[in-house]
């Protein structure tokens, strides 16, 4: 019988064809937060791509980098503990491993955590792909007194292991060439030595199934049949896991054991074998990182840190977006709109609207995207490749959990006070989809600074200071709520807090900007295609009278039930376009910045209690159709709406009487 | 249900072991079910290919180490869901008994640890039925979310459904494990240690993770196993 060569891997035949573009593929796999972001970005630099796994929701990057001659396709995977099953995650990128099959795998690794580390580590191994080890932060590790024999690991493993810190760019060289060398091979693996019940079967299998790897029947016993099916020819998958299945089950019943747990157990008692043979901790002194995390969750100062943080963000944003922002209208309208309005000044007006306000929507685009996304991000990035974000998730646990969420949606909450669209596309970290709803709409009722200008710039500065935190407070009265009846009733999973707390470390500079770079450019990609058009759409609608029309059509609502002057329904329209242009437009129509020449502070407070509420901008809702689709969206709209006319009635009426 | 018919036969093979002495004679076993001799046979061949008895011709039967700890299962679960039944829903203590011997069979572990756990935790003594009857809250079996900071112990229990036990496994936790309580909020959230690794729980999953105080030797790894 012809003796082909199934134990190096998924057979040839599901072999995906590689690019003809490509030499090498080249797959980064490790847990999060080992400085995998940090190694990627500098080998590929900014251009890089964000692609999702075909049929998933988990995204893949995909950057290049030449080695000589070598053109070679880089993929980080995202981080993961296991190659099991448990989340999404883990399942795509054990798929993309046996389906893909890249050339090589550079498992990087964190020497702080080594045990941790090795239990996927372990796993990798028994893929049967080329891989290479790359032990980073092995500054941190020196710090606590951690001392690695990087031979002894690298023989034990069967694999190069290679130092690195990634921050620094030490070792990144040396671990890409070894990764290149032709005289990687997949002999001579670290076998774990398994519970004596699986050796035992497994020795039955070798009889059957010669040609079949260690590895894969392992993943059979384990009743993993994706992982069989892809690593071997139809027939013999079938025939192994029917096998494997009765050999489990007899091995269940009559010893009481599960299979699973059996492996697990034995995989992490192996890597906590290998650390103790390869690290001798030197002393452990008391670094000053570990000083400041106990700080950091401890009962009151925990809090107040987190407050200050909040804070600290909200203004920093609030400044440098702010500045920025008016840097970019400024330039839009002297180099761009200004000249287009006198250029096209002769025009036929349906034209010069269609063109200005197409032109205006991109100004908007530029001025949400640059001064709030990319400034909100690169803070957070720093806050999350800290590590202080999960500190923040911990010490939040308890409150976002009466609002139906669990800690680690404060990132988008707070993302939701700069800007909404930053807000919703950082909700795809949830684990659920009933979580993604609930937090979207809690940002969609988050005052973002836009709304905040209102906010400021008209109650703030023509009504009182503290009516304008009045509404703040209003507002939060009304996220709670909404999240209470939410989390109560909203049907879907409810999951626990379930994190891991990474040590603290410093950011990486040019991994925060990479990731900040992305997410401005997708913001982009999704959100001007809505912006021009809705722009245009608005241009034509208004040089065609149709806003005239649309005014005094819905004046009993503006008048009789909100008390407001007429015009605001117009300027409302403009809000649902970029929420200050409210604001901007309502001096247009008043004839005057002065507000208070024409307007009640009732009229006022209750004009900006609604633009905060009423419905989410065009950016937002691309946003909101990207993320979680119409139906969704479109209910969150609805719901905004209505609650905007409920509470905008309410004030009225309440104003009337006091 | 198969299930069923072989803990109705170790049950009975149990308590007619106790009360006439074992080896026990299959025809004893056909008279106190109500079975032809012929299916008591056959079923007991099948128990013993199981190896849950052990079967002489023209001595009888008795239960293996697997059967007892079968049983004693069975036994525990019985114990309490009658308590349950009794104390928390109120019924008859009769009616409890006779439904509890039907659920016994049907409910999972999951709902009868979760029965356990409402027990314990509304300080419902649960007075096992005899002194090996193997009952968390007679040792000092303690829910993560009663510990301190500082405070070790080993995982014994966690009833939790499979996708957080499968979360938590994958990021080092299972039970057997040592862990040490690092960081808690009054109220709110727990971290753990364990190997080397920071675990943030929350509040809701804390409280079913049952731990036993006080370190357990390091689950033997490598070649020094089995």
């Excluded at chain 1, 002769?346 to 032109?359: F, K, M, Q, T």
């Amino acid at each position: 019988m012809e003796k082909t060569e199934i134990n190096d891997g998924p057979a040839a035949n599901i072999r995906k064809a590689r690019s003809a573009d490509f030499d090498m593929t080249i797959a980064f796999v490790g847990n999060p937060s080992v400085g995998k972001s940090a190694f990627f970005s500098r080998l590929t630099g900014v251009g890089v791509v964000v692609a999702n796994y075909p049929g998933t929701t988990v995204e893949l990057t995909h950057g290049s980098v030449n080695v000589g001659s070598k053109k070679l396709d880089v993929v980080d995977l995202p981080g993961i503990y296991s190659l099991g099953a448990s989340t999404e995650d883990e399942k795509v990128a054990k798929r993309y491993l046996l389906h893909e099959y890249p050339d090589v795998i550079i498992n990087v690794v964190d020497a702080t955590r080594l045990e941790r580390n090795l239990f996927l580590t372990l796993q990798l191994l028994e893929l049967n792909i080329p891989m290479v080890v790359a032990l980073n932060q092995m500054d941190a590790a020196k710090e606590m007194g951690i001392e690695i024999d990087i031979e002894k690991l690298s023989k034990t493993l069967g694999v190069p292991v290679v130092p690195t810190i990634a921050t620094k760019g030490v070792g990144l060289e040396d671990t890409v060439l070894a990764a290149l060398d032709e005289k990687l091979s997949i002999k001579n693996r670290h076998r774990v030595h398994y519970d004596n019940h699986i050796l035992r079967a497994i020795e039955k299998l070798d009889k059957d199934f010669p040609e079949i790897g260690y590895g894969i029947k392992v993943r059979a016993l384990e009743r993993d049949q994706e992982f069989v099916k892809l690593s071997c020819r139809p027939h013999d998958a079938d025939l192994l896991l029917i096998t494997s299945e009765s050999i489990t089950d007899d091995i269940e019943k009559a010893h009481g054991m599960s299979i699973s747990d059996t492996i697990v157990r034995d995989l992490y008692g192996e890597a906590g074998y290998i650390v103790d043979r390869v690290t001798t901790q030197v002393e452990h002194k008391i670094t000053f990182k570990e000083r400041i995390d106990s700080v950091l969750t401890s009962e009151y100062v925990g809090i107040t840190g987190l407050v200050a943080a909040l804070l600290l963000t909200f203004f920093v944003v609030f400044t440098v977006g702010g500045f920025l922002e008016e840097g970019i209208v400024s330039l839009f309208e002297t180099f761009l709109i200004s000249p287009a309005e006198s250029l096209l000044a002769g025009s036929h007006p349906v034209i010069r609207n269609v063109i200005i306000y197409s032109l205006l929507g991109v100004e908007a685009g530029f001025a949400i995207a640059i001064p709030y996304i990319a400034v909100f991000y690169v803070i957070l990035s720093l806050f999350e490749d800290s590590g202080y974000l999960t500190r923040a998730s911990f010490l939040l646990d308890n409150w976002t959990h009466k609002v139906g969420l669990h800690g680690r949606a404060i990132i988008p909450l707070v993302l939701g006070m700069g800007c909404s669209v930053p807000a919703i596309m950082s909700t795809r970290t949830l684990n659920t989809v009933r979580e993604k709803r609930i937090a979207s709409v809690l940002i969609a009722l988050t005052p973002c600074s836009a709304r905040t200008v209102i906010i400021i710039g008209l109650v703030g500065t023509f009504v009182g200071y503290w009516a304008a935190i009045s509404i703040y407070v209003l507002e939060l009265v009304i996220i709670f709520a909404t999240g209470w009846v939410l989390g109560k009733g909203l049907p879907g999973e409810r999951t626990g807090l379930i994190m891991e707390m990474a040590p603290l470390r410093k950011p990486d500079r040019r991994a925060t900007f990479q990731k900040t770079w992305l997410r401005v450019r997708e913001f982009m990609y999704i959100a001007f295609p809505l912006l021009v058009a809705g722009s245009a759409l608005l241009g034509l609608v208004d040089s065609l009278g149709v806003l005239d029309v649309f005014q005094n059509a819905v004046e009993p609502i503006t008048v009789g039930i909100f008390g407001l002057p007429a015009f605001a329904a117009t300027a409302l329209v403009f809000g649902i376009l970029r929420k200050e242009m409210a604001l901007q437009i309502l001096a247009v129509l008043a004839g005057t910045a002065n507000f208070a020449l024409v307007l009640t502070p009732l009229q006022m407070y209750s004009f900006a209690v609604i633009t905060t509420i009423y419905i989410p901008c065009v950016a937002t809702i691309a946003i909101l159709k990207h993320e979680l689709g119409w139906k969704d969206t479109t209910a969150i709209s609805l719901f905004t709406i209505t609650l905007a006319l409920v509470i905008g009635a309410l004030i009225n009426m309440i104003g009337m009487n006091l | 249900m198969i299930g069923d018919r072989i803990e109705e036969y170790l049950e009975t093979i149990d308590s007619l072991g106790k009360s006439r002495g074992t080896p026990v004679k299959n025809k004893d076993i056909a008279e106190e079910l109500g079975f032809s001799q012929a299916s008591v046979s056959e079923m007991v061949q099948k128990l013993a290919d199981e190896g849950l008895v052990k079967h002489e011709p023209y001595h009888g039967t008795e239960l293996t180490n697997q059967g007892i700890l079968q049983v004693n299962s069975i036994r525990r679960k019985h114990h309490v869901i009658e308590k349950f039944l009794s104390d928390v829903l109120a019924l008859d203590p009769e009616v409890a008994h006779n439904e509890a011997c039907g659920l016994e069979h049907t409910l999972s572990d999951l709902v009868v640890e979760s029965m356990c756990n409402y027990l314990g935790n509304n300080n419902i003594d649960c007075k096992p039925a005899d002194g090996n009857e193997h009952c968390p809250f007679k040792e000092s079996y303690v829910s993560l979310a009663d510990l301190k900071e500082g405070d070790c112990g080993t995982v014994v229990m966690m009833t939790l459904s499979d996708p957080s036990k499968e979360r938590l496994s994958s990021l080092g936790m299972i039970t057997g494990e040592n862990i040490e309580v690092k960081r808690k909020q009054k109220q709110g959230s727990t971290s753990i240690l364990t190997r080397g690794t920071e675990i943030a729980l929350g509040n809701e999953i804390a409280k079913k993770i049952f731990v036993r105080l006080g370190m357990r030797k390091r689950y033997p790894r490598g070649k020094d196993r089995n």
